[in-house]
């Protein structure tokens, strides 16, 4: 596992692969208990990477047992559990709906969820400081890159 850390002892961002999206889920699901309400993980990445995957390990990970998918006709869905809600947010048509009020995320974001936003760049500056980013890339067949930072 290669990892870059800043002064602290404490090691800030760490990189690892995984070979499915089984593992992609069992590492999401290994991060998911240190978030909590309010938190925003970012999850950046090109298309079929495995970021709504991510988001699934995390979702059931909480004991929320929803089907986990892309948003489709929105620009997110909400997982409601008994403990925890989680918002799912993929922005990626954002950049279309320039005509729609960036307020409309303020229904996925109110403080009280756990947010994780697929494609976040749209919303640039509206997110406030992010828990966790994500970033993962292909790799080759089902091996993918995943750099996970903290802050
Ligand atoms: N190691 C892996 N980790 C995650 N997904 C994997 C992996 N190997 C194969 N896959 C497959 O890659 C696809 C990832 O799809 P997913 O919808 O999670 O990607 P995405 O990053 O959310 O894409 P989009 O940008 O279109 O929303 C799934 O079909 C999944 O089964
Ligand atoms: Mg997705």
Redesign the pocket.
């Known amino acids: 596992m290669g990892h870059s850390s800043d002064q602290r002892a404490v090691a800030r961002s760490w990189t690892l692969e995984?070979?499915?999206?089984q593992?992609?889920e069992g590492l999401a699901a290994e991060l998911a208990p240190m978030l909590k309400a309010g938190d925003v993980v970012l999850?950046k990445?090109?298309?079929?990477?495995?970021?709504?995957?991510?988001v699934?390990g995390v979702v059931h990970a909480l004991g929320i047992k929803d089907a986990v998918n892309?948003p489709t006709f929105s620009i997110g869905h909400r997982y409601v559990g008994e403990h925890t809600t989680v918002s799912h947010l993929?922005l990626?048509r954002l950049g279309m709906l320039e005509e729609e009020d960036p307020g409309l995320l303020g229904d996925y974001l109110t403080g009280e969820e756990i947010a994780l936003i697929?494609?976040p760049d749209a919303a640039h500056g509206l997110l406030g400081e992010p828990r966790l980013e994500i970033k993962?890339s292909h790799r080759g067949?089902?091996?993918?890159l995943i750099e996970v930072s903290q802050r």
């Open positions: 995984t070979s499915s999206a593992e992609t999850l990445g090109e298309l079929g990477t495995g970021k709504t995957t991510f699934r892309s993929d990626y697929e494609w993962i067949q089902d091996k993918r």
